[in-house]
């Protein structure tokens, strides 16, 4: 069982698409953060969320914390090929990460 | 500011071996954390060290042993290896209390022949 549960584990999409990806678990965190890990390099931090029902925007892309702080999404608006990586969410000071989704967007 | 830096980039072994990896930390950061992944995972946490002690183990056996130095530069050993033991090793520093934000080096590939 996985502390930390993302949805989809793959997505292939067209570049101006938008799409959300979903980290779900059954236990509370105090934060939550998102990484971008693309091939050959280590993850880099995207954005750290720590209320409940919490939004962030970072450009197109835009996180949000659930009310519960047990899960959290990130929505991309009109993908682009640089979006193309490995987007894994994070506990924080619990060191999980999760499953992963791994996202190529198509030109 | 220097970022996270790791050595080697790239290690082939053989079943068996011995292996240390080394991981230098960004400047001012006092923590350090490893992270072993699987082709197509996430991470998985190995241990954190904090003014070189261990602050915190996964679920790794002993035979996956680390140091951190007074500059906080750090290593990874791993005694008698195993294939399954072929993996990107992360290093990542971190500053205590900042809601665990980390940055990451770039990995050393792990090939366990």
Same mark, same amino acid.
């Given at each position: 069982?996985?502390?930390?549960?993302?949805?989809?584990?793959?997505?292939?999409?067209?570049?101006?698409?938008?799409?959300?990806? =979903?980290?779900? +678990?059954?236990?509370?965190?105090?934060?939550?953060?998102? =990484?971008?890990?693309?091939?050959?390099?280590?993850?880099?931090?995207?954005?750290?969320?720590?209320? $409940?029902?919490?939004?962030k925007k970072l450009k197109r892309?835009?996180?949000?914390? $659930?009310?519960?702080?047990?899960? +959290?999404?990130? @929505?991309?608006?009109?993908?682009?090929?640089?979006?193309?990586?490995?987007?894994?969410?994070?506990?924080?000071?619990?060191?999980?990460?999760?499953?992963?989704?791994?996202?190529?967007?198509?030109? | 500011?220097?970022?996270?830096?790791?050595?080697?980039? @790239?290690?082939?072994?053989?079943? $068996?071996?011995?292996?240390?990896?080394?991981?230098?930390s960004q400047s001012g950061h006092?923590?350090? +954390?490893?992270?072993?992944?699987?082709?197509?995972? !996430?991470?998985?946490?190995?241990?954190? =060290?904090?003014?070189?002690?261990?602050?915190?183990? !996964?679920?790794?056996?002993?035979?996956?042993?680390?140091?951190?130095?007074?500059? =906080?530069?750090?290593?990874?050993?791993?005694? %008698?290896?195993?294939?399954?033991d072929s993996a990107l090793y992360?290093? %990542?520093? +971190?500053?205590? !209390?900042?809601? $665990?934000?980390?940055?990451?080096?770039? !990995?050393?590939?792990?090939?366990?022949?």
């Amino acid at each position: 069982t996985q502390l930390l549960e993302q949805s989809p584990q793959f997505l292939s999409i067209q570049e101006g698409e938008n799409l959300t990806v =979903y980290c779900n +678990s059954s236990s509370v965190f105090s934060s939550l953060q998102w =990484y971008r890990q693309e091939p050959g390099e280590g993850p880099v931090l995207l954005v750290t969320v720590v209320t $409940g029902g919490e939004v962030k925007k970072l450009k197109r892309l835009t996180f949000q914390f $659930g009310d519960a702080r047990k899960d +959290s999404s990130l @929505h991309i608006t009109a993908a682009q090929p640089g979006d193309t990586g490995l987007y894994l969410c994070f506990t924080g000071n619990q060191f999980y990460f999760g499953t992963g989704t791994s996202l190529t967007v198509i030109p | 500011e220097t970022g996270v830096t790791q050595s080697p980039t @790239h290690l082939i072994k053989t079943r $068996g071996q011995q292996v240390t990896l080394r991981c230098s930390s960004q400047s001012g950061h006092n923590t350090v +954390s490893w992270y072993q992944q699987a082709l197509g995972q !996430g991470p998985q946490f190995i241990f954190q =060290y904090y003014r070189e002690e261990e602050n915190g183990r !996964g679920n790794f056996p002993p035979r996956f042993s680390g140091l951190q130095f007074p500059n =906080y530069s750090s290593e990874l050993n791993v005694n %008698a290896l195993e294939l399954d033991d072929s993996a990107l090793y992360l290093c %990542a520093s +971190s500053l205590p !209390g900042s809601a $665990g934000e980390q940055f990451f080096g770039p !990995g050393t590939r792990l090939t366990v022949l």
